[in-house]
């Protein structure tokens, strides 16, 4: 059963960063594509940005372009989300995600998903 972990998380100030990890112990992620979503309780899911494995591109929602970078270290097997200038409404336990494809089906949606992380909670809190 592949397991994609997600860590990083945490309890940060408006303005500041974080740095979420995505790893898959016994399963290569550099062959897919790599999905960031978002979750506030009561709302659906959100995609936040995708990585493609075939020709790397990269997409990002809206409201955080310019502030999230999405990127990837084959050798370490691990994706990661840079998060900077954080604010409120980024409060959200953040998922991993992938369809096992190897390009982004951009915009994200939620289903079609084979394997989820549990997700790490990020609460941006002055």
């Known amino acids: 059963q592949v397991q994609l972990v997600e860590s990083g998380g945490g309890l940060v100030q408006p303005g500041g960063s974080l740095k979420l990890s995505c790893s898959a112990p016994g399963f290569t992620l550099d062959y897919y594509a790599i999905a960031w979503f978002r979750q506030v309780p009561g709302k659906e899911r959100e995609g936040v940005s995708c990585?493609?494995?075939?020709?790397?591109?990269?997409y990002y929602a809206d409201s955080v372009k310019g502030r999230f970078t999405v990127s990837r270290d084959n050798a370490k097997n691990t994706v990661y989300l840079q998060m900077n200038n954080l604010n409120a409404e980024d409060t959200a336990v953040y998922y991993c995600?992938?369809?096992?494809?190897?390009?982004?089906?951009?915009?994200?949606?939620?289903?079609?998903?084979?394997?989820w992380g549990k997700g790490t909670p990020v609460t941006v809190s002055s």
């Open positions: 995600a992938t369809d096992t494809l190897s390009n982004c089906r951009w915009p994200l949606k939620n289903y079609g998903i084979d394997f």
């Open positions: 990585i493609s494995s075939f020709d790397g591109s990269i």
